[in-house]
């Protein structure tokens, strides 16, 4: 696996809820439910992709109906609860069930105006899907693969000019400074706050994720992760600019239309501290998709400085610890690599002697990061 996957693109997935005959019926039902004034409901073309339940599943639906006297057909989309959990860490006691995050998340920045798609409902009980569940509107669009980022097809390499390649960028970057420029405390995130004092920082991150990963590899040795954990710790920059944090931003969580931005998905592993955080994830992608992979960078694609000139203007924020929080996303990136392999190695696709969980390409790219050696290198 190469590190830049997508998390909901793992090749050859299993789809991890085993009876999925009830879906259709189920959410007719629930579908009624949230709409008492809809008549002759009829849910259909029920899609599962097969690459999908290592984080979520997801769930593509039609539904036809009546109302007012008038026909409609819709599309929508459900996001189910993996039933072995988020595969990021829970930020507070609140955010136990992650699609309820994601729900909670994607409601709050559409109110402030960050590109989105239409929510239709959370639905908190097990018994409809086997798991809780939110539903949304499907949003007509493309996505650009994260590996490889730009091999002989897709449309930014095939179809894009320089300038719309340029333009997808900013429209990218002006949507994360959308999401920064929310006031995280007037704007209800009190259930995200996982500190202890007045104002997240990013030692409650750093504590959350130490935490986190003592127990994801019970018992096994990370010497990587442990080097990333202690340096990010004594090189803390102590940001003052709090916020939301997307958590997940890349070009590949962007659905895209004419080359803007016009849904921002995947709000699983959302947080309250240094916004800068986000750039880091995003310029961490940009060298795991890039630099890495020896992949040359299209015209009109923005360098990495490009990119963080970009945000600083659509911001108004100077970008001042760009490594550090490269780092901080590299750290992030490599803890949720321990949950994903070993739910691979439960499904049968990876052997457990490959030690995944620790050995994989995330791991190296975070010892070039902080320049030490890597006693753990990826097996062939």
């Keep these: 696996m190469n590190a830049s996957t997508s998390m909901e693109q793992v090749s050859n997935a299993p789809k991890l809820h085993k009876d999925r005959s009830g879906y259709g019926p189920a959410l007719q039902k629930w579908f009624e439910g949230c709409h008492p004034q809809a008549g002759d409901v009829r849910v259909g073309g029920v ?6 339940g290592f984080s979520n599943e997801t769930v593509f639906f039609n539904v036809d109906w009546t109302e007012d006297g008038r026909t409609h057909s819709e599309r929508f989309v459900a996001r189910v609860e993996p039933p072995t959990g988020a595969l990021f860490p829970m930020q507070t006691r609140a955010c136990s069930v992650s699609v309820e995050v994601q ?8 109110r402030h105006g960050v590109p989105m798609c239409s929510l239709v409902g959370f639905e908190p009980d097990p018994a409809i899907l086997g798991q809780p569940f ?15 980022r730009y091999s002989e097809a897709g449309f ?36 995200l706050d996982g500190s202890a004092s007045t104002t997240p920082t990013q030692a409650v991150q750093l504590q959350i994720y130490r935490r986190f990963i003592t127990e994801q590899l019970h018992g096994r040795p990370h010497p990587v992760l442990g080097a990333a954990l202690d340096w990010l710790e004594a090189n803390d920059p102590c940001d003052e600019r709090i916020g939301l944090t997307w958590g997940d931003s890349r070009l590949g969580n962007i659905i895209w239309r004419d080359y803007d931005a016009v849904v921002v998905c995947d709000w699983e592993a959302c947080a309250l501290g240094p916004t800068e955080a986000d750039v880091g994830w995003w310029l961490m992608f940009d060298r795991m998709s890039f630099d890495d992979l020896g992949a040359p960078r299209m015209e009109g694609f923005p360098t990495r400085d490009q990119m963080i000139a970009i945000y600083e203007e659509v911001s108004g924020r100077e970008v001042r610890d760009p490594h550090y929080w490269e780092v901080f ?15 691979m190695v439960d499904a049968g696709l990876v052997p457990a002697a490959a030690n995944m969980a620790v050995a994989n390409a995330v791991t190296e790219a975070l010892a070039r990061l902080l320049e030490i050696d890597n006693p753990t290198p990826t097996p062939a």
């Design 134 to 148: 939110f539903v949304m509107g499907f949003v007509e669009g493309v996505v650009p693969a994260d590996v490889p």
């Design 156 to 191: 930014l390499v095939t179809e894009a000019t320089p300038e719309q390649r340029g333009r997808l960028v900013r429209s990218g970057l002006q949507a994360l400074a959308r999401v920064h420029a929310i006031d995280w405390r007037t704007a209800g995130l009190e259930w």
């Design 329 to 343: 996303g590299a750290m992030r990136f490599d803890a949720i690599m321990i949950v994903l392999a070993d739910r």
């Design 47 to 52: 899609d599962i992709p097969l690459a999908t």
């Design 103 to 110: 729900f909670r998340a994607m409601e709050l920045v559409a």
